[in-house]
């Protein structure tokens, strides 16, 4: 049973890669059918996975409020316990998405580090770009998919696109018709987005918070609305650390989910590990990097989009395998 939903998983994905190529020898028109016809398969396999589907976990929460509370998360600093989350998840009910979809596919775990260490923002310090601030809108979908974007665009062109020029979360928001706005978003389809429509610059469209209707003009006159894209057929989505990690080295950040506990919400530094809370809703953010403790566990290194204030400056490290933390990563290829 495993191995075959694994099988209809890879199959269901190959379809949707296989798609977003074929559609270069068809019209506008004809290609965005084809690209709905796979998006209604993909979620008829039970295989799409959600964030923030269902409700926005922080629609009432103050963000600024979330920084500087409860204790640090590392063992080192008050943790007394040495076993992971992960390690529990067995004697656990699996309920969360990305939990149970671990435990359905069982990806294969690289047992042989690339390297002991990698930060994307060491390697590239001039294209990873700073932490931004989703507020109050379920917009984490957003966010870490054309952060994602901008980052390569930055290392695609060799610094052309530079530190300085940033995406627009706010027209995937208004603009994405696939996803819920501030209700939340799918992945898969952002990615898809990026492909297939792509996205203005922050100049053209500032984030706004909220949800309004889709405008095809920059929110200024004189600015120009030009959209930038991922390459037809680009899209990665790998299940494997060794796959994942050597897409991070060779054309940086990578966009991941995990299950989102109450918790989250008082990191401040250290290995981030679900203890305690309920769980709040699925959450996308920008991998960037990772490195192994002195246990030899593989720690991930992400930014996330809650401020600078929260967390490490806006960062935080999470151990593999914590609240269904890579399972999936997701890319695509700058279009430069």
């Known amino acids: 049973m495993i191995r075959k939903a694994l099988t209809l998983y890879t199959a269901v994905i190959a379809l949707f890669i296989v798609g977003t190529t074929a559609t270069s020898d068809f019209s506008e028109r004809n290609a965005r059918y084809i690209n709905e016809e796979l998006v209604r398969k993909i979620k008829a396999h039970g295989k799409w996975i959600p964030f923030e589907a269902d409700q926005n976990p922080l629609r009432h929460r103050d963000i600024s409020a979330m920084s500087g509370k409860g204790q640090s998360l590392s063992f080192a600093s008050g943790v007394t316990s040495q076993l992971s989350k992960w390690h529990l998840l067995s004697d656990k009910p699996v309920t969360s998405p990305f939990t149970r979809l671990r435990h359905q596919l069982k990806p294969t775990l690289s047992t042989t580090p690339l390297l002991p260490a990698f930060d994307a923002r060491d390697q590239w310090p001039n294209c990873i770009h700073s932490v931004r601030d989703q507020e109050t809108c379920g917009s984490c979908w957003a966010f870490s998919s054309t952060g994602h974007l901008e980052d390569r665009l930055c290392i695609a062109t060799g610094g052309s696109f530079t530190i300085n020029d940033r995406l627009s979360p706010q027209n995937m928001v208004s603009c994405d018709f696939g996803n819920a706005g501030c209700n939340g978003g799918f992945i898969t389809a952002s990615i898809n987005y990026l492909i297939k429509e792509g996205v203005v610059s922050e100049d053209c469209m500032a984030y706004r918070n909220v949800a309004p209707f889709c405008m095809y003009h920059c929110d200024f006159p004189q600015t120009q609305y030009k959209k930038h894209h991922c390459k037809l057929g680009s ?102």
């Open 235 to 336: 899209t990665k989505i790998l299940m494997d650390h060794g796959s994942i990690q050597r897409e991070l080295m060779t054309n940086g950040p990578m966009v991941v989910g995990f299950d989102m506990y109450h918790d989250l919400y008082d990191y401040q530094s250290g290995v981030y590990e679900h203890l305690e809370g309920e769980l709040e809703g699925g959450h996308a953010v920008k991998l960037i990097g990772w490195y192994y403790d002195a246990g030899n566990s593989l720690i991930w290194i992400c930014q996330n989009q809650w401020g600078t204030l929260w967390g490490e400056n806006g960062y935080f490290n999470i151990r593999t395998g914590v609240a269904g933390m890579d399972l999936i990563a997701w890319s695509c290829e700058a279009d430069v």
